[in-house]
Antibody, heavy 123, light 106 residues
Framework: EVSLVESGGGFVKPGGSLRLSCAASGFTFRHHHMTWVRQAPGKGLEWVSHISSSSSTIYYADSVKGRFTVSRDNVNKSLYLQMNSLRDDDTARYYC????????????????WGQGTPVTVSS | IQMTQSPSSLSASVGDTVSITCRASQFISNYLNWYQQRPGQAPKLLIYATSNLQSGVPSRFSGSGSGTAFTLSITGLQPEDLGTYFCQQTYNALYSFGQGTKLEVK
């Protein structure tokens, strides 16, 4: 079965750190770009970070740049998000998402989502 | 790129046709995707590249538009269509989403 399963969320105080993990199964992980998307309680979706299939290209949203680091392990089919200097407004459910692509026009879409892992930043 | 959806919420009856509009603050060609998020669930891809139906998505969903204005239509609304719908641009690397449209099915 094709799936993404996140882990590593939890409670942390402002200024603290967390490392999220995402285990992929049922598809050729190394062939896909991956991304993290978050959703604050009762709010909309916010794209957080993108990493290409070979890790050669990485992007971050301005709101997390310099604090979050995305990485991947293609051998173990895993995606990671290291989150440092956490703030109250980082509180959200974090989704691991597979990126699909229309090769002909380099158009990306998010075609497989995990169930998410909750992160709460509070003193 | 700012993505703006309208309306923010709507209520419709089973069998109705509904439309949700998404506007981009600048030209995004057809680099526009739509997602559905049912209550308590993760989002799900409905339509990519403006008008391409994702595998397994019912044909009552359709998308149109280009440039800066896009529309998601649902023809023959079903009870399971309730939820929140998000548009997203992937024209540039900051893959921004619209704020969402909450759909209630009466």
């Amino acid at each position: 079965e094709v799936s993404l399963v996140e882990s590593g969320g939890g409670f942390v105080k402002p200024g603290g750190s967390l490392r999220l993990s995402c285990a992929a199964s049922g598809f050729t992980f190394r062939h896909h770009h991956m991304t993290w998307v978050r959703q604050a309680p009762g709010k909309g979706l916010e794209w957080v970070s993108h990493i290409s299939s070979s890790s050669s290209t990485i992007y971050y949203a301005d709101s997390v740049k310099g604090r979050f680091t995305v990485s991947r392990d293609n051998v173990n089919k895993s995606l990671y998000l290291q989150m440092n200097s956490l703030r109250d407004d980082d509180t959200a459910r974090y989704y691991c998402v597979r990126v699909g692509e229309m090769d002909t026009i380099n158009l990306y879409f998010f075609d497989l989502w995990g169930q998410g892992t909750p992160v709460t930043v509070s003193s | 790129i700012q993505m703006t959806q309208s309306p923010s919420s709507l209520s419709a009856s089973v069998g109705d046709t509904v439309s949700i509009t998404c506007r981009a603050s600048q030209f995004i060609s057809n680099y526009l995707n739509w997602y559905q998020q049912r209550p308590g669930q993760a989002p799900k891809l409905l339509i990519y590249a403006t008008s391409n139906l994702q595998s397994g998505v019912p044909s009552r969903f359709s998308g149109s538009g280009s440039g800066t204005a896009f529309t998601l239509s649902i023809t023959g609304l079903q009870p399971e269509d309730l939820g929140t719908y998000f548009c997203q641009q992937t024209y540039n690397a900051l893959y921004s989403f619209g704020q969402g449209t909450k759909l209630e099915v009466k």
